[in-house]
């Protein structure tokens, strides 16, 4: 399907059937795709919608992470530059902050996820997770909007460094959880074993303090490994429980939702998918890796929503508990290309970017783009 112009996006909303987010008997949305529910799914959602309300921004160049600032503006960061645009909710302006120093993009790494802690209400502290020449890190970047436009980024500090590089597989989401901590998810750098090896960060997802150090409670007192056998974490979402969960990228069968626990072993690289093997844990969702390439993952109004690159499409699934309430269904399916991060709004609707100028996309005039979704 061809991808709609900014244009066509502003003076029309797209207005798509789906289902919600409850767990009640009733149908209706679109029919169920070709993910597969771990366990078997119970009862059908309940009808809803969901309308792309408008365009905020296009022309964005390779964005990646997507930051939400008190007040609702956001920031967006270019994987290939290194650059940092504050794009305001209201009608979408761009300001330059700045370009991060030491990004070396190649592949799948550059400047990769963003992230502000909890309780900067002037959006003061920035946390960024890149690739350098040597390693993929995470850094704190002071910000002052004092300055002028171009020049608001103060200089980086390391807050961790040694995540295994490579071409592929860098991970790169970083978020704050309920718990004050922050989280990483990484990849295996195209080396397996790193998944399997507790001492690498490579293939991991990390919990550490802001300031870098292994965060109290993790199962290992010394270590910010919080859980491992990944094979290339993106996505990292907190349901209403407080409870983690993570998209990972699969090989050639499977991609994975997963329900994370700590010191939990997620298979990779002896299982891609469900196995029921002893010692690891089994997907609470999979996924054909044509249909989702998962990359953001968002928690809003009952349901988690998976952005999908290689898939073209934006995938709700229902929670009920720990478990799914029904079968994931698919949204914009080829409406806007590749879908990179997905965020949630505090009114319960969404945030979420194209991708389609990352190199493997067929990018529009207007592409990348950033949509604000409603979900009703």
């Known amino acids: 399907m061809r991808r709609p112009t900014a244009p066509a996006a502003l003076a029309v909303s797209a207005l798509l059937t789906v289902a919600g987010c409850s767990g009640d008997s009733s149908s209706g949305g679109a029919p169920p795709s070709s993910a597969t529910a771990v366990p078997t799914a119970s009862t059908a959602p309940a009808a809803g919608s969901a309308e792309v309300v408008r365009t905020v921004a296009t022309r964005l160049m390779s ?29 979408g302006r761009q300001s330059v902050l700045g370009t991060l120093p030491g990004v070396a993009a190649a592949g799948e790494g550059g400047l990769l996820g963003l992230a502000v802690p909890p309780g900067d209400g002037a959006g003061h502290v920035l ?17 002052d909007d004092g300055r002028p436009q171009g020049q608001r980024l103060g200089t980086p500090g390391t807050v961790l460094s040694g995540i295994p590089k ?62 491992y056998g990944h094979r290339n974490v993106q996505g ?20 994975e939702l997963n329900l994370i626990e700590p010191g939990g072993n ?10 029921g093997k002893a010692g690891l844990k089994d997907p609470v969702q999979q996924w054909r890796t044509a249909d989702a390439s998962p990359s953001g993952l968002a928690y809003a109004g009952g349901c988690l929503w998976l952005a999908g690159l290689r898939g073209e499409r934006l995938w709700r699934i229902p929670l009920r508990g720990a478990g799914s309430a029904a079968a994931p269904r698919a949204h914009l399916r080829g409406n806007y290309g590749r879908l ?11 945030w979420l970017t194209t991708s389609n100028t990352d190199g493997r996309g067929s990018p529009a005039a207007d592409d990348d783009r950033l949509l604000r979704l409603k979900v009703t």
């Open 63 to 91: 964005p990646w992470g997507v930051a939400a600032l008190p007040g609702g503006d956001l920031l967006v960061g270019s994987r290939d530059t290194g650059r940092i645009v504050r794009v305001s909710a209201a009608d």
């Open 127 to 143: 946390y960024a997770y890149l690739t350098t020449a040597s390693d993929n890190r995470i850094v704190r970047v002071p910000v």
């Open 340 to 350: 990179r991060t997905v965020v949630p709004v505090e009114d319960g609707g969404l």
């Open 166 to 227: 490579g071409t592929v597989h860098n991970g790169g989401r970083i978020a704050f959880g309920p718990d004050g901590m922050l989280y990483a998810g990484t990849g295996e750098s195209g080396r397996r074993g790193l998944a399997q090896d507790r001492k690498s960060l490579g293939g991991k997802i990390l919990r550490m303090t802001p300031g870098g150090r292994p965060a109290p409670g993790n199962p290992d007192a010394g270590s910010v490994v919080y859980s």
């Open 266 to 275: 997620y298979g990779w690289p002896q299982a891609e998918g469900t196995v």
């Open 236 to 255: 990292l979402a907190w349901d209403a429980d407080k409870r983690l969960w993570a998209s990972e990228f699969g090989q050639d069968t499977w991609d």
